[in-house]
């Protein structure tokens, strides 16, 4: 009754159509390179202070896919700035500009040729935008289309309902780990050079070979954010892990670079200053209404909910660490490791702030060797081995320092 109210109030929302989505974004020393799954209709750069970063705005696409900092890129970022344009972020590491830039001769890429720059010479460059940057004309996006999308407010349901199935021991005092298998659905993430092999089916494979070894040991209860091929936006990823209360949060996926020589994997978890940042607009954004590591912040004033979420996301981060380097050690025999092997950065999915969480890119599948190594069923279970002694020897130690 309220739909048919809507239709006839003529309560009606417009949007536009959107081209092409963002399928990858990949920073080298000299370039950052976008790949879409169609064709858009141009795309701006320009650069921005405080922090220092460059923005790139492609009108006629939209957000989505993976993004690999490198170079003078520290970390990229993605939101649809309007309906109708995708806005790419690219925080500096140091001052750097983007020198021009050009569309693929099928309009699917775009390759902005970057350059290192003094601090004079990029505070210099804030206000200018570089020309357009538009796609061959034949392969050029029409302009978007108007199209009708009825709104109409809906409940909130059973959250419980839509939460993943819990494998392993029915014993709820047993540790909950959350695999998170990276991209899905319309996201392929990372395509392999050499085989066509995708990021998405490589990384569920994984998670499902770390869920049969983690029941297999009988100490620990598994949920899989995914257990087939759909997408799922980046927020409800650790959601999920934080409504179902896990004691641990492990987000799968497997590197691509442009030098196909990059090999090893790596283990993120969540930086200082992005913890930080996190939890200052969480404190703003939940309003005192959260319940923080089992704490309702709804009683406590500004001041005392911001000191709460920050110390409980500093002890979340050192648990984090702690396990990093645990998973590290366990996988140092059965793969090969980069030399600089944990990182931090500020990935969406390591942003939950009262649960551990890590992000592994198990490897890079532009290489050709790594890339086999995934795809294969000697590789992920060797891959499954690593997590799953990690996580027994993580919880064992936890329960010890209790």
Do not use: W
């Not at 690593?386 to 027994?392: F, G, I, L, T």
Request: net charge positive; charged share 20%; with cysteine.
């Amino acid at each position: 009754m309220l739909f048919t109210a809507l239709i006839a109030a003529g309560l009606f929302t417009i949007t536009p159509s959107i081209a092409g989505t963002v399928r990858q974004i990949a920073a080298s020393d000299n370039a950052v390179t976008i790949y879409f799954d169609d064709v858009v209709n141009k795309a701006s750069v320009f650069t921005l202070s405080g922090p220092n970063r460059i923005a790139v705005d492609i009108l006629g696409g939209t957000t989505g896919g993976s993004a690999y900092a490198g170079g003078p890129i520290a970390a990229v970022r993605q939101g649809q700035f309007a309906p109708d344009t995708a806005r790419i972020v690219l925080d500096l590491e140091q001052p750097a500009l983007v020198t021009g830039g050009q569309f693929s001769d099928d309009g699917r890429s775009l390759k902005l040729n970057l350059r290192q720059a003094a601090t004079g010479e990029f505070l210099g460059s804030l206000g200018r935008r570089l020309a357009d940057i538009v796609p061959p004309l034949g392969f050029r996006a029409s302009p978007p289309k108007k199209q009708y999308e009825v709104s109409a407010p809906i409940g909130r349901g059973n959250d419980s309902k839509n939460l993943p199935k819990i494998h392993g021991p029915s014993d709820e005092r047993l540790p909950l780990v959350v695999i998170d298998a990276g991209h899905g659905g319309h996201d392929p993430g990372a395509i392999s050079p050499h085989d066509g092999k995708r990021e998405k089916d490589i990384t569920l494979a994984i998670a499902k070979s770390i869920c049969d070894e983690l029941v297999k040991s009988g100490r620990v209860r598994v949920a899989l954010t995914r257990e087939n091929d759909r997408f799922i936006i980046l927020q409800d990823r650790f959601g999920i892990a934080r409504k179902m209360g896990a004691n641990l949060f492990i987000s799968i996926h497997a590197d691509a670079a442009e030098s196909q020589e990059a090999n090893g994997a790596t283990v993120y978890t969540l930086s200082e200053t992005a913890s930080d940042r996190e939890a200052q607009k969480l404190a703003a954004r939940e309003n005192k209404a959260n319940i923080i590591n089992g704490v309702n912040l709804g009683g406590a004033d500004s001041n005392v909910s911001s000191i709460l979420i920050d110390l409980t996301q500093r002890e979340t981060m050192n648990v984090s660490a702690d396990f990093a380097k645990l998973l590290l050690r366990e996988a140092k025999p059965n793969m090969r490791l980069r030399s600089n092997s944990h990182k931090f950065a500020s990935f969406v999915v390591l942003k939950a702030p009262d649960t551990p969480s890590i992000l592994f890119e198990t490897g890079y599948i532009s290489n050709a060797n790594d890339g086999a190594f995934l795809s294969s069923a000697d590789g992920q279970q060797k891959v499954g081995r690593s997590v799953a002694s990690a996580v027994q020897v993580h919880f064992a130690r936890r329960l010890a320092s209790r």
